[in-house]
Nanobody, 121 residues
Framework: QVQLVESGGGQVQAGGSLRLSCAAS????????MAWFRQAPGKEREFVAA????????RQADSVKGRFTISRDKSKNTMYLQMNSLKPEDTAVYYC??????????????WGQGTQATVSS
């Protein structure tokens, strides 16, 4: 069983920054991919970024390229999402997900409870 706990959300003004964390526990993650998704009110959950735990290969959605950076700290079993140059349209609940195998932009087996990020104009 895998447990994921997000933290770091909050409220910032447009142009500001937030760093989200996802603490993972439950089993070795060397063969896992992990990702960030977000869901805005009235919209479907969408892919933001993902990485492979073992070698750190990353993928990002076009909407966040150049502004968001995904990373992980193996010693802390924690994944991060550094969000810079935030826009009001980045407002959403952000979720982390984990899956056995490579990166997917849709299918993850384990999810955290989410953390709210609100960007005001």
């Amino acid at each position: 069983q895998v447990q994921l706990v997000e933290s770091g959300g909050g409220q910032v003004q447009a142009g500001g920054s937030l760093r989200l964390s996802c603490a993972a526990s439950g089993r070795p993650f060397s063969t896992y991919a992990m990702a960030w998704f977000r869901q805005a009110p009235g919209k479907e959950r969408e892919f933001v970024a993902a990485l492979t735990w073992s070698d750190g290969i990353t993928r990002q959605a076009d909407s966040v390229k150049g502004r968001f950076t995904i990373s992980r700290d193996k010693s802390k079993n924690t994944m991060y999402l550094q969000m810079n140059s935030l826009k009001p349209e980045d407002t959403a609940v952000y979720y982390c997900g984990a899956r056995l195998g490579g990166i997917s932009r849709t299918a993850y087996d384990y999810w955290g409870q989410g953390t709210q990020a609100t960007v005001s104009s």
